[in-house]
């Protein structure tokens, strides 16, 4: 068996691999054009597709793909073989710079909010020359996975990828700006970075197949905890069973193949429930490798006998899971912009960075609250195991005290890390700066800031390419605010930035219990929105105030918002129906002749016992009749109500209002039929309830 380092990449195209394989000047070019600095020629195109071609032939690949991520979450792929016939019969293979470069969808079969009509389809997929392809596939089945942006004939975008481009344009713009300002002038190049931790749950295929409800929607739309949950906290960072510990060691493996740096595993709070993070990598990159880290843990579950569940909330009652986004900015001189031991060196740019992310989160809330809103989120927001849906900063009580002073005219900047004594049999460990606050839907941890708020399901391109784009828009309005003040140094322009400006914004700190019930109240007074769900949080992406800042910042236009905005509420609302329908389904068709076929054995049993003992012998027989009747008729009314809800929500034609019904009656008419559903398997017939139990799902690996 191959080592971690022997496999480590080996299935990934690096610019390692490339630089031997071409000349130099064209690898010289190839830089150039990464770097912005040139156009990419046909020329250089040819002679890297040749190589690329030259180099997946030879690790067994057959055809290539160009891999884009549409707006479903998901990505996308058309495959093409290498192979090509000549008309005398002889083959050959082939793949040039322009297939290299360009391809082409089918627009109109993609979520696009009206950009594309049915009888305007074409559509490019242009190659992402910033993210490093990769081989997927077993034995002959190999493809050449081409990283590429996805937009419309006129230049649309129609993806996750191209906003995301646009954005980290933006902010290295202005974050050069604000260097240059500072007295910087060593850096040329500044990049956004990001670590994403993914969250998971691993249940049994068996059990997986034979609930619709998963199968179809992701999410369990009726169930009962057993007598045990997550109450113990024994399987959080627990011993990993021998057959979770299989299936992650092969996940590793596959993911090391494919140059994605798996480096953390560990169990999760709830039972059943994973988490695997990745090392850090520019934005672009550790976007498509959670696309990748996604989709081979949902293939490598499948090879174990396991269903992989990345919904937010799959079971009622118990943890729902996440994607941590830990954002940063770095420079090509090796700082990190966010890292707080610069003051200690006597800069104070790292207190301009924070300040940014600080005005930008405070003014800008509702468009970042916005991108973490699903139907999934809507369920895990404001759990024991997610934040609020009021958005604000968590700085740790010494960094936010260093604004305070500042503010105050106080230029104390301690920020010495103090050593942890344990006793004399364990060494000193170093005090990090500030504690965690896992309330926080918004944290500073140590030297990045961690967006806690996404779903485990969502692409973490679009909360990076949002926050990208408001730190953006703030770091351009600082730079203009500096330069006109020439007068001071750098430290001092600074200083007097944070004067201004903190006062206005420091409301959006909060370093408290979020899921105290009195930080709602707190929050109102304070003037933090709180978007509780999806539909009230959507119409942030066309407000006036979004459209101008992503406009500014030439990310994306109204059309594009727009789009959007369409593309996410009929998500919402097909998403909904496909859950409502999936428990109309299982309730008429399997949990009703389950509990008809009991009350029947039941009243059988009554019937035999009149002849055999007094009447008050069975009297529970009879409640327990009763009790099932009642609950069987009540289960039956709702069925009722939730189809003639249906018919009302699919003639609404407005797809917004359709939401707003989805939300404020169908989706609590759900639950209602939820409630009295799971009555009725507790007090069934366990051995014939038709549907596996949240036992079988959670307590059987």
């Known amino acids: 068996m191959k080592t971690m380092l022997e496999v480590f990449g080996i299935h990934c195209f690096s610019e390692k691999e490339l630089k031997s394989r071409v000349p130099k000047d064209v690898f010289k070019s190839f830089k150039k054009v990464q770097s912005g600095k040139e156009e990419l020629s046909i020329t250089t195109a040819n002679v890297i597709a040749n190589a690329i071609k030259l180099w997946a032939i030879e690790n067994g690949a057959t055809h290539f793909t160009h891999w884009f991520q549409p707006l479903t979450e998901l990505t996308a792929e058309k495959h093409e073989a290498f192979l090509s016939v000549h008309s005398d019969g002889t083959s050959i293979t082939e793949f040039t710079g322009k297939e290299l470069i360009k391809g ?35 034995g002959l089945s190999k493809s050449l996975y081409i990283p590429t942006a996805f937009i419309g004939y006129s230049g649309e975008a129609l993806d996750k990828k191209v906003p995301l481009l ?97 480096k953390t595993k560990h169990n999760e709070v709830a039972p059943n ?88 989160v405070y003014r800008y809330s509702g468009i970042l609250r916005a991108c973490t809103a699903t139907p999934g989120n809507d369920y895990r927001l ?96 600082y730079a203009d605010m500096l330069e006109h003040w020439e007068d001071l140094n750098p430290n001092l322009k600074v200083i007097k930035l944070i004067q201004q400006q903190y006062p206005k914004y420091k409301n959006i700190l909060f370093n408290g219990n979020g899921y105290d019930k009195n930080w709602e109240i707190e929050a109102k007074n304070l003037g933090l929105s709180n978007f509780k769900n999806t539909v009230e949080a959507l119409p942030n992406y066309i407000s006036e105030k979004t459209i101008s800042l992503f406009e500014r910042n030439q990310v994306l236009t109204r059309a594009e918002l727009q789009s959007r905005f369409h593309v996410y509420c009929e998500r919402y609302n097909k998403q909904n129906n496909i859950e409502i329908s999936s428990a109309i389904e299982i309730a008429r068709n399997e949990i009703y002749p389950s509990v008809l076929a009991y009350i029947t054995k039941i009243a059988q049993n009554i019937e035999s016992l009149k002849s055999l003992v007094e009447e008050k012998e069975y009297q529970e027989e009879k409640k327990l009749l009763k009790t099932l009747l009642h609950n069987k008729n009540e289960m039956l009314q709702y069925i009722h109500d939730l189809v003639d809800g249906m018919k009302t929500a699919t003639s609404i034609v407005d797809q917004y209002q359709r939401a707003q019904y989805y939300s404020g009656t169908l989706v609590p008419k759900l639950a209602e039929l939820r409630k009295v559903v799971d009555i009725l398997e507790k007090q069934s017939n366990r051995h014939t309830w038709p549907i596996p139990s949240y036992y079988d799902l959670l307590f059987t690996l």
């Not at 050069?176 to 190049?189: E, N, V």
């Not at 001189?333 to 930008?360: C, I, Q």
């Not at 606050?437 to 996404?454: I, V």
Request: charged share 25%; with cysteine.
């Open 166 to 262: 646009r954005s980290i344009t933006s902010i290295r713009k202005e974050a050069l700006r604000i260097q240059k300002i500072l007295g910087d002038l060593d850096t040329q190049h500044v990049d956004v970075t990001l670590g994403v931790e993914q969250e998971y749950f691993l249940v049994e295929k068996k059990f997986f197949d034979l609930r619709k409800d998963l199968t179809l929607s992701g999410r369990t739309v009726f169930g009962n905890l057993p007598p045990k949950g997550q109450e113990m906290n024994d399987h959080y960072y627990g011993t990993i069973k021998e057959r979770v510990e299989a299936f992650m060691t092969e996940l590793d493996m596959e993911l090391w193949k494919v140059g994605v740096m798996s």
């Open 273 to 360: 429930q994973f988490e695997v993070a990745v090392m850090f990598n520019t934005a672009n990159v550790a976007v498509d490798q959670n696309q990748i880290t996604m989709d081979m843990i949902k293939k490598v579950a499948t090879r174990h006998h396991l269903a992989a569940l990345l919904h937010e909330k799959p079971f009622h009652g118990i943890n729902g899971s996440g994607k941590h986004c830990n954002w940063s900015l770095s420079t090509d001189t090796g700082k990190n912009l966010l890292d707080p031991s610069s003051l200690e060196e006597n800069r104070f740019d790292f207190l301009l960075y924070v300040m940014a992310v600080m005005e930008g």
């Open 104 to 138: 082409e969808s089918d627009t109109s079969s993609f979520p696009n909010g009206g950009l594309r009509s049915t009888f305007e389809a074409r559509g490019y997929t242009a190659w992402d020359i910033g993210s490093p392809m990769f081989l997927k596939g077993e």
């Open 382 to 477: 404001g759990g024991h195991e997610a934040p609020p849906a009021i958005i604000s900063i968590f700085l740790g009580n010494e960094l936010q005290q260093i604004f305070e002073n500042i503010q105050h005219n106080n230029l104390s900047m301690t920020t010495q890390k103090d050593l942890l004594d344990l006793g004399s049999s364990f060494p000193k460990i170093p005090q990090d700066i500030s504690d965690r606050n896992r309330t926080s839907p918004f944290a500073f941890t140590g030297n990045k800031f961690e967006f806690r708020m996404p779903g485990s399901s969502a692409s973490p391109a679009t909360p990076t390419f949002i926050l990208n784009t408001i730190v953006a828009e703030i770091l351009r309005e």
